[in-house]
């Protein structure tokens, strides 16, 4: 559903004013209504199609293209509208084409927004069919997963071990889970556990007294890499931030993707409830990955827009790096850093730049004196379940592949990004093409990276 623009908006070309993006209007029956739908992505797609400034990002764009240039008339009206959903399911809500590439946005009159017409289309589909696919709805359950695999970590990290190739192969055949994708590793003591005795913070430090942090972990840092959260306390206390761990639950990412976005409310407001008397106790809120950030920041008051709750928590909550750096103009940094060895190489995750916060953890990693610091921006191609199931892998690992050249290209000992499903995609890519012999980069999460930086971990 779009917003029409007023008179004097549509007569204004070009976009150069700050874009937004309007709420969803995920409670109106029109929302989900199949032909408004098609006849929604039919406006979009004609724009994509005369325009084509997307066609490198993923690959939702060069299916939209072919399909067009392939139709009888070579038009958007050639295409039969039962394969728009072949556009959908490439897209894995990067937001890349809305951030960075289209002219058509907000306040623009073709008041375009791609990701959320493939949202709108996936939460029709869903309602339509009563519920989503049964795998990845599972999947998407990473809170309760987490828990179950927590007291058998050990073996259900051998089950899905890449060198058990019949546990695999069996996973790929009844579940669908690609027998190559390199899955998350379970812990036995979540970042939970790890961090029930809160760190002192250093009064030495220059924040000594100043700020308090509560660390949103988010399900995959509590659950599989609670180094991450145990870095970032540590970095945070260094600097005399008191700090304590917050988790209520998963930020609802995955029910996202799947469309399910009533849940994703529900989840806003449940954890809005969790938070905000600390927030109201003037604590800061950190979450330690990119796309819980994004959705906290932006995609729960798209959602909500009507509570203040969640509006006050996504003003309160920041980026780990993000705050380092805010941390650092602010007082400046506790001494001791020293440059990793062998650099660094960051990837620039797609939700992370969509948050539209510059690239923090570059800023971050270059407060380290000496480090030597690569970028590279292209998107990994992992995007959730996208990377792990047998239908979308092909997708992922051709998507992936550039920035995996990149990786590779610069040399470095170590790869990092804000997203650590993306790391993981992106070090088994480099790794696949690496000669025999040759050591791969080590992976971590950028805040890890600083931790070491000051010898924490």
């Known amino acids: 559903m779009t917003d029409t623009p007023k008179p004097s908006e549509a007569r204004r070309e070009g976009s150069l004013d700050a874009p937004f993006r309007h709420p969803l209007a995920w409670r109106d029956p029109e929302f989900y209504d199949l032909a408004a739908v098609d006849a929604e992505m039919e406006r979009v797609f004609d724009i994509c199609h005369g325009c ?3 066609f490198n990002l993923c690959d939702s764009f060069p299916i939209l293209f072919d399909l067009v240039d392939e139709s ?19 897209c894995t809500l990067c937001d890349m084409c809305f951030m960075t590439k289209c002219p058509y946005v907000p306040p623009h009159e073709f008041n375009l927004d ?13 309602k339509a069919d009563g519920g989503g696919d049964f795998v990845r709805e599972q999947l998407g359950e990473t809170d309760r997963n987490g828990k179950l695999a927590k007291p058998i970590a050990g073996l259900a990290n051998w089950a899905t071990d890449l060198r058990n190739k019949p546990m695999r192969s069996l ?33 030495a430090g220059p924040a000594f007294g100043k700020r308090k942090v509560a660390i949103y972990a988010t399900c995959f840092v509590d659950y599989n890499e609670p180094d991450t959260a145990v870095a970032a306390v540590g970095v945070l206390a260094k600097q005399g931030v008191e700090t304590r761990f917050a988790y209520p639950e998963c930020c609802g990412m995955p029910q996202l993707e799947a469309g399910n976005i009533a849940e994703v409310a529900r989840r806003a407001e449940r954890v809005a409830a969790e938070l905000l008397p600390l927030v109201d106790q003037g604590y800061d809120i950190v979450t330690l990955t990119a796309s819980c950030g994004l959705m906290m920041k932006f995609e729960w008051p798209l959602i909500l827009p009507e509570n203040q ?4 928590l996504a003003a309160a909550t920041r980026d780990i790096s993000q705050y380092v750096v805010e941390l650092n103009k602010a007082y400046g940094l506790a001494p001791g ?64 592949k550039p920035a995996a050249k990149q990786v590779a290209a610069k040399g470095n000992a170590t790869l990092c990004s804000d997203c650590p499903l993306a790391c993981k995609h992106l070090g088994q890519l480099v790794s ?26």
Do not use: W
Request: with cysteine.
């Open 52 to 54: 084509r400034r997307c």
């Open 72 to 90: 009888p008339t070579g038009e958007l009206d050639g295409v039969d509208k039962a394969d728009y959903a072949k556009v959908a399911d490439a």
């Open 114 to 126: 791609f990701p959320h017409v493939i949202l709108r289309h996936r939460a029709a589909h869903r």
């Open 171 to 203: 996973m790929e055949s009844v579940a669908g889970i690609d027998k190559t994708a390199a899955l998350p590793l379970y812990n036995s003591r979540t970042a939970g556990d790890r961090l029930k005795t809160p760190r002192a913070p250093d009064p």
């Open 309 to 312: 709750d969640v509006k006050r």
């Open 337 to 400: 850093l020293t440059a990793p060895e062998g650099g660094v190489t960051l990837h620039q995750a797609c939700h992370s730049r969509a948050q539209n916060m510059g690239a923090m953890s570059a800023q971050m990693l270059r407060l380290i004196p000496g480090a030597k610091v690569d970028v590279v921006e292209r998107c990994s191609g992992h995007g959730g379940t996208f990377g792990v199931m047998k239908e979308t892998r092909a997708m992922a690992v051709k998507v992936g």
């Open 432 to 457: 696949a093409d690496l000669p025999a012999g040759t050591k791969p980069p080590r992976e971590a999460h950028p805040i890890e990276v600083f931790a070491q930086a000051y010898g924490l971990v």
